[in-house]
């Protein structure tokens, strides 16, 4: 049972619902764990490869390189979608929107693929 359910009401309404149990126990459980000096692990990065940006499914993926240096594009949208498969929480960005590749990036890394 919860120690402390007036700080695990999250709407104030004064009923716990089940989402707001569990989350309350969760946090006690946390906090109890770090009051007894253990570790805290931060399960998502383990579930994500131990918090390596290119995951897939919990394994780092091996990370393509460019000539300039860095992944490219497509290695850039490879990665993105193995990280929303593996349940990130991500999603991709609409064409045209802010930050997306333009058709331009598209032209420009289809000149430097490899045949």
Known sequence: MLKNPKKADLNKDGKLSGYEKKRGMAIEKSMAAQDRGKPMEDKRSNFMGGG???????????????AGGGPGLYANIAAKRA?????????????????APTSANFRRAAQTAKS
Do not use: F, N, P, V
Request: cysteine-free.
């Open 52 to 66: 390596i940006a290119y995951a897939g499914g919990g394994r780092a993926m091996k990370r393509e390189m460019r």
């Open 83 to 99: 990280r929303i498969k593996a349940g990130s929480g991500e999603k991709m960005r609409k064409a045209g929107s802010k930050g």
